[in-house]
Structures are given as structure tokens and as C-alpha cells.
């Protein structure tokens, strides 16, 4: 039987980086999953030809509009929609379907912080796709209903979470994550225009402002019992793709380099996209472009006290569509690696 | 029986995306090709880890010296070296490997051309790695010799082919190519620091001083028995990877854009690796990163009796490491498009 | 007497850049030019801290509507504004004033040139900017209304003027110019995203159909009796600010390296702001960012019988700003050169 | 009578930056400051017009080697020399000239500090070049040696110091500080080549391995009686020019936004090169490019109990060469702003 495959918000940078990938993946070359409808709001019936001229082969299929008539038949729908919509357009989508959201609706599970951060009523937490936290591949093996985790939440958790497990830190975290601009999305914005982003650099969002702020402290949460605090700086870099995230926490003792290289190793043993660096290499964006790894590195800091942990992913793919990809090979039974690319196009 | 697969130059930007298309070739993926020797010079002893953290998959792979012997026991050999001492080690190995080379040693046939723009002696001339030149497909079937083309003359020569052949223009062609800067190769050079190239436009080696000259003629020349002549200019553009080539050349007589187009669409009908634009979308580099694709576009200026061809590749892959590929499977019986990818990486 | 200058479109890129040249203009800083009102339409009742905050000295000062009555009542009045409002606003302002018009509506001398390019009725015609152009600076000084050159306009006709008029080329030309993303303006725009123009290079209005087309052939026209054909082709490349440009034309006879740079010199010589490079040397747009300066080189193609031109401005100065500042010079009588740097920020 | 002024290093960027200041500088243009020698090592007998092509009017200067004998004779030297041999020279030069180091040599007052960084014997402490910084401006006037500091502990300084002084925060800082790739200087090195560097972000490094970490903590110890601790975490981005700095630490007690801003407001109210920003408003690179401004902002985070700092500055200018300058200035008796831009050049 072909699984059918519908991308609501085919037209933005999450859609299209589904479908670059989808068009790799095993099972689409094997004819047994098939790319069903492709639906936007503003672009409605322009092609991909015009849209996505990355994708020549699918440079003939037309944009249908995002309701959930269109999007029903399908045996998976990946949304990449503005929260809310997102929400608004899962929640009457059929029980069979396997819906995989990269908006931010239901990640988060506790109602305060959503109202808090994002201003409206909580709809509600999904299963959540990290799996490499602890717990979580259980979760999201056959799940029908995945919430894709932020692209910030996904690199801060990577590098902060076995340190945190391993009581190597206070929970106590200076985050600062560089950002590519295609986090930003495909929305005309004079603030994002080429000449504004070329040759600078913008801190945004900080002192506990950005959305995805409660997001890492929420994993950060899930693998210790003590209070987590999350200082977040995200800052707009020139550059396409690539999240870098920089972490410092108080060392709790004595920790050496080796201790804390162990911790990672083990931590990451049997995962496929996490790459603990080689001791003195430090993680670069360029590795990770359009592949689904996060390389990791950590440091001692013995003059400062501190624990420095660094990691790279490409934000849309480990950071948003990658993920999303991983979350559907685990709801349907797929090699979790499936279509998945571990190298990075670099330079 | 598995294909041993050998890489000299390994650690240059050519064997690195060589290395990167291997691991997700499907011949690689099914065990029945196998990435033996990685060769360099300065680099030997050093890890891949090290060299090409985007690979992962290798990190432990370490680089051994550029020899006969270490390449010698191999089925297929890339060699992505600077010419000369590409065709010494080349003219070295056994009748019975498959010599794929990237540099420019075999691909000129006039050996003044060569002596003129080289300023060495001539060692002959392979079969030539475009294979949507006519005839060339055939020449490359099984073939043990190959000489990859140069990346400015895959652009152009894709650009401008159909018009030649057709008649539609007077071989008197003006061609500015605008590259990104990995063209220039991996080597410690100040003119071609991020400082002095980003943020910047440079023309260099103009007025019929690049080598690239010659080549480009010859292939038009191919398809057509008038006098060609090419003014060739390229620029030198802040980005890693892509060739947009512009080019214009006198009309014949009278053409419509739908005469000229449809010259186009025939020539390039069967071709998995070209696609020719729908009217009205100009080619940009983006659509093409990380992909073995060529787009082209053609406009008829009627004001200035110009035809104008456009087109882009990515210079790593369809101008030399996804050509090398392609190449290989025509030589070894693949599918020519397995492994290439035809999606590129955008934004 | 204080000179009152005001700035419609003040909160674009345009007037952004005459301000940052006014702020170091002998004359401001002699306390003998004063900024007065800053318009615009869209940012009304904003502040330059929140605008431009390049501009920490005008922190303070709040955008104005572009109204006739808010315009008038100064002596010098730039006009920063879209193509047709621009006409629309300079046709009520008093002939006492100086206006300097950075859009096209004034530029073009042909009526039928204007309608087939810009679809609306012809406004007029006003002494065009270019100083170093044949009999122009003599019209330049002391008018009262000038039409600032385009971008492209200005980096071609530098390029080619003086083998146009020393008759060495047939004036049937290719110019293709490259162009970094501020030419696009500071408008909210998905074509010119950070994340669509980084990393990508594209070609757009190909094929006769920019509009600065004909007002490159109507600079040439000025300098040579035959009839003039231009080929033009602008680049988007991955840069703020800066356009490169190549031109090709056939050599009409022999042309020795030395006599067509003769021609260069001496055209230039007592030019402060046409910089001919020594033999060899290329030009790059590093070198003028921020600067008024147009550098030129010039090359003998022996082998295509073509001559290339190619030179280097900054878009927003010599292109824009700049260009208006040395007509407001040239205008008020001040030294031609005054608050112009010559000196590029590099790298 | 007329200053002479001599710059060693002057091919590499902070020389080239050095020069184009002067250039400008009103004691130039009134030719009271002469430019004297320029010197290098690798680019002896080189033009200006081959190495610093932006800057025009020195085409036809040469180089010359970096020795005492060429460099004695000037009023000013200003060494723009890598550390080590910039002491060698400067222990050469006459007590009567101005020593302006742009070099590590003479910035630490701790002799253990500078033998565990720098791996060599310390050769002494001149007066350090922030002018801001309290006491400084003082040691600065007149004075016949200065160290000009380091770009990192610029922007971190100007930073944290208000913060620290009034004792918000424990002087336990984490900063990360992103910078544009001249940074790293002029030298062939294929790390810093464009096609590593563009579309790519890397830390380096860390964990208080570079060599401004001890620099920014002895900044910091000057106010405040307090154990200082840094982490310091430098990050390189694809931009040509600009540092942009973050800086937490723990807030000492119940500190209001309005608090915080005051303290800020107050430290620089005097100060022409640091612009306290509008509240709500972040630093942006792209403000201060080419300007010797310093853009600072503050934040509460009340939620992690932090204080979050942030600053931008042009490395090549405000990080080096403008400091020089305005040292240059304070030692001679010039107003302290001359020849200093305060507007960036942006987009």
C-alpha cells in the first residue's frame, strides 16, 4: 500500500526542505510513498516551477489551498504553518492520520507558559521529536500526532542535556544561539531583506523574550530535579542555514576534559545524527548544511568555573524538516534514518 | 565483486564532494563500491575528522601520500590534482583502472592551445565528461580515460550548444561567468581570504587569459563548422559555491522567443541533468547547490539583435565532482543520475 | 546665509546615504548647511534611532509626511522617492529651490523611450548628473534641477564613454552588470529576503528589458554619431552595496594594450572621481564601498576582436548619493569634491 | 611646523584602515600631518595601487621594510605588527616619537598573564588606549606610548564596565562575542579562505584558551574590588567587519530596567563614540561600519536572575585603527574626535 503524503505550507522554507528530502527518501524512490498535496494561503495555485525552482521535478505540481477537505485522504500531513492556523488545522484533521506540526502549538506542556509566551489559549501537548531524549523515541514510535520541537530548543537541548543529566552543571544556563536567516521564514520583511541581514550581526528576542525560551528549559527539566533557569540570546548572523548554540553553566566540582567527554560519548553512543567532535575541534555550520547531524563539543573552564558546550545543526533540516522526516520514519515503522543525509554540503 | 574506489586530491574541495556524493550512491549504500585510498600531499597522516568535519562517516579515515603504489589496486581512480602533476601520476596507472581526472591535462585536443595556456607540454586527449554533448554520451560508456570538463566550461558550453548547433546565432560569443570562491581551489592564498572576497565582485584573468578559454571554444566548435570566437570574463562573486554564466551572441536572422525556446527544449528533452526554465524564470545558483542539475533560460533581445543564454550549476558538483560521478557510472554501467542528486540545497 | 536642505525618501537607502555624506560635508560641519525636514510616507512619525541607527546624531529626529508645504521653505531639496511621485512632488516646488531627483522621471530625454519603459506620460527632462560626461558639469553648476544618474547608467557610461568617443569600439555593446541587493531599495519584498539573495547569484530583466537600458544608450548617443545598440544584462549577486560592470564591443581596428589605455587617461585626467587602474589590475568593489569614486580598467581581446571595459562604483554613493551630493556642489558652488570620501572602507 | 607620521604593517588591515582614517583627518587636510613611511616585511617595494587598491590616493606609494632606521625621523609611529616583533621595534624607537602599538606587547599589567597567553617574556605596560574606561583618557593625553587594546576586550569592555563599576552584577561575566573574519588579519591561511569562512559560523578558541580573555578581566578588576571571572567564548561569522558581544552575569539584587539604563546613560553621557540605544532597541553591526562608534545596549532578565549586555563595534575601526586615532589625537593635543566618523556605513 503507498503512503500518501500532503505538506501543508508547501511554499514556505519548512515545505520545502520536507520535500527535498521526501524526494530522497527510500521509500518515494521505491513507489511506496507518494507526494500528495501541497497547499499555502498566498500562493495558491502558482507552481513550483515559480516557487521552488530547487525542485525541478516537481516543477509542475500546483498549490492547493490549506484546508483540512484538501488535506484529508492522506495517511500523513506535515504542517508548516504559523502557530495557531497550525493548531487550528491539526485539530480537524481525522484520528488516523498521522499529523506531524513543526509550528510551536503543542510543545510546550504547561498551559502558563504558553499563554505567557505566545498570547492565547493552550491547545493542548503532543509527543514530542527529540529522540534522542531519554524516553522520547518510545514516544514517537507509531505516534499519530508529533510535535516537531523549535529549531533554537533542538540545538540548546543537544549540547546541554547530558551535562545536565550527569549532574556535571547547575542548571543554571547562558544560552547563545547564532542563526541563520532562513529561521525567520519566507515572509516579505524590510527587517529581513538581504541588505539589512548581509554584513551584520542582531542580537533579538533576548532577556527571556524569545518563544523558544520555556521550550529548552522544559527538556533541560525533563532529566533533573533542580530549578532550571535559561538566559537565551539568539542573534541573526549572515548567513542561509546553520544554528550555532553556545552554552556556559557553572561546574558543580571538579570535572576534567576526559569526565566530561565520557559523559557525551556514552550519552550519544547509538545515535546516528549526534557527532561528538574529536577533543580540540569545534563544531562549524558549514559541516551540517542541509544534513540532519548536530555536532557537539564540550569544555572545562577551570579559570571561570564553567562548562562550555557548543553544537552546530542546519535549522531547517535537524532544526525543523530533518526532524520532521525523523519523527515520520519513527510514527511509520521506517529506518529512523531513512532519506536522511549524515554529510554536510560543505564548503 | 565490489568496486574499489580510489580518491587523490582527497582533501580539496573536488574529493571532498566527491567523497560526499559516494556515501549516498546506491552501488556505496549496497556494499558493492567501497571507498578505498584517500590520497593528498601536505595533508598526509591527517584525518578526515579533521579535514572534512561534514563527513562524519570518515572522521577516521587518514589521508596517505599521492603515489602510484597507494593508488595502484584500485577499479576507479579520481584524481582531483593540479594538472601537470595530475597527468604524471595518471600516465602511471594500470590500463585496467578507470582514471577519472578532474584537472585539465586531457581535455584540450589542440596541443598549441594547450601550450599556449598551460605552458607545458601536451599529454594527449580523453574522452570528454559532458555527456549531453552530442556523441560524448557514447564515447563514455565503458570508457577507462575520462577528463572531467572545467567548471566555466560546463556552464557555457550547456548555455550556448543548442543556439550553435541550431544556427540561431554567429559563433562570436560574449560570456561572463560569475563563480563562487570555491573554484579557487583549498589553498592558502591572501587574495582569496573571506576578508578580501566577501563583500566584494572581482573580475580577474579577463580578455582570453583564463584557461578556460580555449575550452569552451572547442566545445562550440564541435557543433558547428563557422569560426568561433570567445570573449570569455569571469567575476569572482562572495559566495561558496554556484557559476551563473551570462552569454550573448549576434542573431542570425529573425528568431521568436518561442523558436529559440523550442530549440531548446528539443535539444535537452532526455536529459535528466538540464532543465530548461519556464519562460519568464531566470536561472539563480541557489536552485542548483549541492545538485548535479544545470538550469538555462533563453531570451531573444530584438533591440541590440542578441541572443541571451543564461544558465547556473554548482561548480563542486555538475562542474567537476557530480560530473566525475556521472562519468563513472557511464564508464562502470550505473544509471547515469544514480547518486546525483537532482533537488538543490535552497535557500 | 545657512543652506536648509531637505530629504524626501529620507528613511530609504538612497536618503539614508545622502545623510551619512551631509553629516561629514564641510559645510555642515562649518555650520553653513543645515538639515531640515525628513520625509517619507510609510515610516511617518518614527525616529532616525529607530531608522537608521547609523545615524546616532540624528537619533533624535522624527520623520516628516512628503507633502509640497513640508518640503518647502528650504533651499535644497533631494528627492529619494519611487519613480512618478517623485515627478509628482518636484513639479510643486518652487523654482527658487534646488532639486536633485534620484529617480528616473527626469533622466530620459526621449519621450517615446520613457513611455515604452516606464508606461506613463514623460514629465520632462532635466541637466543630467554626471559630471564627467561631455559639457555636463558646465550645465551642472548653478542649476536649479538636476536628475541624478541610475546606478547602472553611471558604472557602464564611465566604462565605455571613452572608447565610444575615441571611435576604438562599434557602439553595439554587452554590459552586464552586477549589482549588490540595496539597488532593490528598503522595501519589504520575498524576492530579496536575506534568505533568497545570500549564497545565490541571478539575472533579472534580462534581454533589453531593465529600465536603465536606454538611458545607457542615450549617454553613449551623446559621445559618437553612429547608432548605438546595447545588450544589458544586470546581476543580483550576494552583497550590500557595490556594482560591477563588464562591457564587450568589437574593436574597429587594431587596438594596442597602450593606446586604448591612452584613451582612459587622458579622458580621466583631471577627473577626481575616475580612478584608471595600473595595467593588470582588476577592478573590485571592496574598493569603493562608501566611496564616491569610480575605478576603470581597460582590456584589448585581440583573439575575440573585442575590446572589455570594466569598472566599479558603490550603488548608493557614486550610483546615488553621492552623485547627488557632487551635483548639490556643483549647484551651490561649493567645491566639486566636498564631503565625498575617496578613500573605499576595505575589507 | 608638520607631524610626520610613520605606520609599520602598513599592507595589513589595521594599517590599511589606519591610512584610510588619515586621510580624512581634518590635521591632513589641512597638510599639518604628513604621511611618512609606510612599511612591511613580505610586501617590500609593492605600490599601494597592488596591495590597498581602496585607497587611491596613495597609488603610488611603496613599501618599505619595517626597520627602526626607516622608521626613525617621524613624530608618530604606528605599529600594526604582529606581537613579539612589534616590542622588538618599539624597544628601538627614539623617547621623543609617539608610539601608537596595535599589538598584544605592552596591554597587560600582569606579568604571568602575559608569559601564560603569550608564551614569551613580558617587555613591560604602556597606557591602555580606552579612553572611556575611568582614569584613562587622563594617562592618554600627552603620552608617549600607548597600547592600543584589543578588539575583543573593546567591546566587551565598554560593555560590562558601567554594569560592574555600579555593582550590579558579580563580576562572574559569560561572554560571547561573534566577529567578522578581518579579525583574523591578512595572512594566507586556509582557514580564514572565503569559501571556509562564508555561510559558515565556528567557535575558537574557548573555554579562556584566546588570548583576550585575561585583557577584558584586568578591564573589569579596574572597577570593582571583586574576584573577576570570564568566560570568554569567541565566535567567527561570515561578515567582513563588525564584533558583536553579549555579555550575562548574575544580578546582585532587584535591579529595574530603568535602573540599569540610568547606570548606563550616566557612565556615557559625555562620550562621543558610545551611543546608549533607545530602549527596545539591539545593537546592530551593520550601524557602526566604518564609524568609531560603540553601540551599547542593557537588559533585566529577571526570570534567569541575569544582567544582559550587548555591544557592537567595527573591529578594524573602534576594535583598532579608530582607537589608534583617537589615541593619536589625545597624545597630540587634537580634539579627541578628529578625523573619527560617527556614521556607519550602512546597509
Avoid at 509550528?103 to 493542548?124: C, I, P, T, V
Avoid at 514510535?141 to 556535571?168: N, S
Avoid at 542582531?202 to 533557569?229: C, D, F, M, S
Amino acid at each position: 500500500m503507498t503512503i500518501k503524503v500532503a505538506i501543508a505550507g508547501a511554499s514556505g522554507y519548512a515545505g520545502g526542505e520536507i520535500l527535498r528530502l521526501l524526494l530522497n527518501h527510500p521509500a518515494y524512490l521505491a513507489g511506496e510513498l507518494e507526494i500528495g498535496a501541497l497547499t499555502a494561503s498566498s500562493t495558491v495555485g502558482s507552481t513550483l516551477g515559480e516557487l521552488m525552482p530547487h525542485l525541478p521535478q516537481l516543477a509542475d505540481r500546483v498549490i492547493e489551498d490549506t484546508t483540512p477537505e484538501v488535506l484529508s485522504g492522506h495517511d500523513v500531513v506535515f504542517l508548516g504553518l504559523p502557530h495557531g492556523f497550525s493548531a487550528e488545522i491539526a485539530l480537524q484533521l481525522g484520528h488516523d492520520v498521522t499529523v506531524i506540526d513543526c509550528a510551536a502549538d503543542f510543545r510546550l506542556q504547561n498551559a502558563a507558559d504558553w499563554e505567557r509566551y505566545y498570547g492565547s489559549e493552550h491547545q493542548g501537548t503532543w509527543p514530542y521529536g527529540i529522540p534522542e531524549m531519554p524516553g522520547h523515541r518510545e514516544q514517537l514510535k507509531g505516534a499519530k500526532r508529533i510535535a516537531v520541537p523549535g529549531c533554537f530548543p533542538t540545538g540548546a537541548t543537544l549540547a546541554l542535556l547530558p551535562a545536565v543529566q550527569a549532574g556535571l552543571i547547575e542548571p543554571n544556563v547562558s544560552v547563545v544561539s547564532i542563526t541563520g536567516v532562513s529561521g525567520a521564514g519566507k515572509k516579505a520583511n524590510v527587517a529581513m531583506l538581504g541588505a539589512e541581514t548581509m554584513g551584520s550581526l542582531k542580537a533579538y528576542n533576548v532577556a527571556g523574550k524569545h518563544r523558544h525560551t520555556p521550550e529548552i528549559a522544559q527538556n533541560l527539566a525533563e532529566v533533573t530535579a533542580e530549578k532550571v533557569t535559561v538566559s537565551f540570546t539568539p542573534v541573526l548572523a549572515p548567513l542561509p542555514r546553520g544554528i550555532l548554540t553556545t552554552a556556559t553553566a557553572p561546574l558543580k566540582g571538579e570535572v576534567t576534559a576526559e569526565q566530561a567527554r565520557k559523559v557525551y560519548e556514552d550519552f550519544y553512543a547509538q545515535e546516528t545524527f549526534v557527532h561528538v567532535l574529536a577533543p580540540g575541534v569545534q563544531p562549524q555550520t558549514q559541516s551540517v548544511v542541509g544534513s540532519n547531524m548536530c555536532h557537539v563539543q564540550v569544555e572545562v573552564d577551570a579559570d571561570s568555573g564553567k562548562l562550555l558546550l557548543t553544537s552546530v545543526i542546519d535549522n531547517l533540516t535537524k532544526g525543523t524538516a530533518g526532524a520532521a522526516i525523523q519523527c515520520m520514519n519513527l510514527s511509520l515503522g521506517y529506518a529512523e534514518s531513512a532519506g536522511l543525509p549524515q554529510a554536510g554540503v560543505a564548503p
